[in-house]
């Protein structure tokens, strides 16, 4: 018997994210400032508030005062699935659910601190949400055997400082400790072995599937704690024109943590009570590990002050997610699998690196209000349907934004926005395990229609 793919721990780890955090490709959470978000995150050069600490912290040279921003952002995703296909390692059809809809309401909070120590050097303090992730599937799901359920949760505590080397040039460089904390649920298979021999034996499929009900899952939880480093450049062509780089660096993560076992089939159930299951390696708790990492990322940004009352801002971002191309995760326990022993599973989810393309703009329409709008084209880094993951539907994504700024006297500023993300219909397929791994589940497939909405608030405060 072989069982429990924590193989997607490790993808909920690197990635995850999404599974329904649907805002950007591959695991990003995708905003990390609601005035960006209102240009759909073109908005790097604009630096027009503490918040430019995640996008460029070079920018913080720029602004006026210290100040404190708070930002709030509101995902709703939307992913409806239709299983068109679910076997058992042994070809036998899974029964249960062939359709839903997957969705999560994710709230994402991010604050911001900036201090004007003097004229050339700024210290800023962000706390941001950079991946995260919530998604579950109904119990009953023909795809249970592959993923169940899933969440993340990462967030980033940054220090930064920014120089002003002249009018013209200024530096930001910051150091990141993240933390990722992450959940899952799967159910295994563990009446492998008797269906293989009752189905040699020449009884029909269904009777068999009927007759043999020997699910388990196991509950995972782990967290970690990962450093990198951000750095910045910004640079004041003119009056008119400002370009800026960002640099974000990889983070290593080792996720440490528990995985808990319980029976859920009548058959087995019996077997787990008399302990048959802990000699062939599951046990009610046991530990287990996987290392990651997460990938760096270039951006290049710019701004354009078209008219007094006009801004002009674009941005292409590079991210090596090419990095994630195989994760192991070891367990405590060597286990039963089909071809002997074995205390891991493997992936290689083969990702490719990926780019975003943002453009938006701004015009004030009266002294204290703003409008914004923007549009993104953001890559998945899936290069297949055969590569992509029941529980990362993933797909080229196309940001819409709009939003708002509104100046209450000198100290205070109130930004809105809302986003709605177009995410390509995707295909999901796989074979079966290899037998090799910790790994039961039999070859499916299913299709996705995938979307996501995003509101957000902002309020910054400034020091004046």
Do not use: C
């Not at 359709?99 to 911001?112: F, N």
């Not at 009884?203 to 970690?224: R, T």
């Amino acid at each position: 018997m072989i069982h429990f793919n924590l193989k997607k721990t490790a993808f909920i780890l690197s990635a995850a994210l999404l599974s329904t955090a649907v805002q950007a490709s591959g695991y990003h959470f995708g905003t990390q400032s609601v005035n960006a978000q209102g240009t759909a995150n073109a908005a790097a050069a604009e630096a027009a508030d503490a918040s430019t600490i995640f996008y460029n912290p070079a920018g913080l040279s720029k602004i006026d005062s210290s100040q404190i921003s708070v930002n709030a952002n509101i995902v709703f995703p939307s992913i409806h699935y239709e299983a068109e296909s679910a076997t058992d390692f042994t070809g036998i059809p899974v029964q249960g659910s062939k359709s839903g809809k997957i969705t999560k309401t994710t709230i994402a909070p991010h604050i911001y601190g900036a201090y004007k120590a003097s004229d050339d050097v700024t210290l800023g303090l962000g706390v941001y949400v950079p991946f995260g992730s919530a998604t579950e599937y109904e119990k009953d799901s023909v795809l249970r055997h592959n993923i169940n359920k899933l969440g993340l949760t990462t967030i980033a505590i940054e220090p930064v400082v920014a120089w002003k080397l002249n009018d013209r040039h200024s530096f930001g460089a910051g150091i990141i400790a993240q933390h990722t904390s992450a959940e899952l649920r799967k159910y295994a298979d563990w009446g492998i072995q008797q269906k293989a021999k009752a189905k040699a034996s020449g009884k029909p499929d269904a009777a068999i599937a009927a007759a043999i009900q020997a699910d388990g899952h196991a509950d995972v939880k782990g967290h970690d704690w990962g450093f990198g480093y951000q750095l910045a450049w910004m640079w004041d062509i003119n009056e008119r024109a400002r370009v800026g780089v960002n640099y974000r660096s990889k983070v290593s993560h080792t996720l440490k943590g528990t995985a808990d076992w319980e029976a859920d089939g009548a058959v087995v159930k019996q077997a787990w009570d008399s302990g048959a299951m802990a000699e062939r390696g599951y046990v009610p708790n046991e530990k287990a590990s996987v290392k990651i990492v997460t990938p760096e990322s270039l951006s290049v940004h710019g701004m354009y002050r078209a008219t007094d009352k006009t801004n002009l801002f674009g941005d292409v971002t590079w991210t090596r997610h090419s990095r994630f191309n195989k994760a192991e995760l070891v367990f405590e326990n060597n286990k039963s699998v089909i071809n002997g022993k074995r205390d891991r599973t493997v992936i290689t989810p083969n990702w490719r690196n990926t780019y975003k393309v943002a453009f938006g703009g701004s015009y004030q329409v009266t002294e204290p209000l703003q409008l914004r709008a923007g549009i993104a084209f953001d890559k998945s880094p899936v290069k297949s349907a055969e590569d992509r993951m029941n529980s990362l539907p993933d797909g080229n994504r196309i940001w819409f934004s709009v939003g708002a700024k509104y100046q209450l006297g000198k100290n205070h500023v109130i930004d809105a926005a809302y986003s709605h993300i177009h995410i390509n219909d995707t295909v999901y397929r796989t074979g079966k395990a290899s037998g090799n791994d910790v790994d039961s589940r039999g070859a499916s497939s299913a299709r996705f229609k995938n979307k996501a909405d995003i509101l957000g608030l902002q309020y910054t405060y400034k020091f004046k």
